[in-house]
């Protein structure tokens, strides 16, 4: 009875000392159904979405990297730790129609069996947590369309031997929801569903996952961002994609530093997921942190508005 009441009584102190700094965030006292805002700092942690969204006639331009294994038998000093090679690159613009409302296109070189991928995707973020705790959740829907414009291979049984337009397409639909419980602290939480319209021999087409991923604040400029998917795959297929391959798969796990320069926020990062795209590194990660399978890799968005007034003459 004592353990159970002392958990009770932690877990009311700590909801009224989260919702005591949440009430910090703005300095208005009073005010009903005010908006929190910055719940991150961009659109994307690691590998996983936030709500962030950019706001009207503003274009978010991103690219994204990440080099070779650090260690293991593909890594070392022989690669120079996984920076002479390239697994994966995504560039990437989002422009916003509205401010809850973005679009966006972009190119990946692909990681996995199934490259050269051209995207579109769109993100709305339709419910926004209120400083009076009124809405407790920030939530927002992401959803994009993968195309694959490689040729396609002679290998049946391959991922990407295509017979026609439609095997090159993959979708993915995300409910990104997400808590701002203080100024230092932020979390989310990613349900995913993946369609492939075309898989390699005997795997599935319908992925299920779910993502959890933080941001910790460490200064005004730097935070600490980490984040982890689990995809709940079919035990037989699984199993027999393993057995033919040879390679095992991981959960995708990420970990980094985020800095916000001013006119940049740049993230440095450490992850087994080859793959940038959710198309590929929720189903396709074979890497793992326990064989020193991790990599290096970083972001950098750059932020354009185009709402500022043209100057006369």
Not at 45 to 73: W, Y
Not at 179 to 190: D, I, Q, T, Y
Not at 199 to 222: E, H, P, W
Not at 305 to 311: A, Q, T
Request: hydrophobic share 40%; with cysteine.
């Amino acid at each position: 009875m004592r353990k159970t009441l002392f958990i009770l009584l932690c877990f009311i102190s700590t909801k009224l000392f989260a919702q005591e700094d949440l009430d910090k965030l703005i300095h208005i006292d009073g005010v009903k159904n005010e908006k929190v805002t910055a719940t991150f700092k961009s659109g994307n942690l690691i590998n996983l979405k936030t709500t962030e969204t950019i706001h009207r006639r503003e274009m978010d331009f991103r690219v994204d990297h990440r080099f070779g294994d650090i260690a293991g038998s593909a890594g070392g000093g022989k690669n120079f730790f996984g920076l002479d090679n390239s697994t994966d690159i995504r560039i990437g613009f989002d422009y916003g129609l509205l401010d809850n409302l973005n679009i966006g296109i972009a190119r990946a070189k692909g990681a996995t069996e199934v490259r050269q991928l051209f995207e579109g995707n769109v993100k709305y973020r339709f419910i926004e947590q209120t400083v009076d705790n009124n809405v407790p959740v920030s939530v927002a829907f992401f959803g994009s369309t993968i195309l694959s414009a490689m040729e396609a291979s002679p290998d049946k049984s391959s991922a990407a031997s295509f017979e026609d337009f439609n095997d090159r397409l993959s979708y993915v639909t995300q409910l990104i929801i997400a808590r701002k419980f203080s100024s230092n602290l932020s979390l989310v939480v990613v349900p995913t569903y993946l369609h492939r319209n075309y898989t390699a021999y005997n795997d599935q087409n319908d992925v299920f996952a779910l993502g959890i991923g933080g941001r910790a604040k460490v200064s005004n400029r730097i935070a600490l961002v980490a984040d982890y998917t689990l995809p709940f795959r079919k035990s037989a297929n699984k199993k027999y994609r393993e057995d033919v391959s040879g390679q095992h798969y991981y959960n995708a796990l990420g970990v980094g530093l985020e800095m916000d320069t001013g006119g940049h926020i740049f993230h440095l990062n450490f992850t087994n997921a080859t793959a940038i795209q959710e198309s590929q590194f929720i189903s396709e990660t074979n890497s793992s942190w326990g064989k020193g399978q991790f990599r290096w890799g970083f972001s950098i968005a750059r932020r354009f508005n185009f709402n500022k007034k043209k100057p006369i003459g």
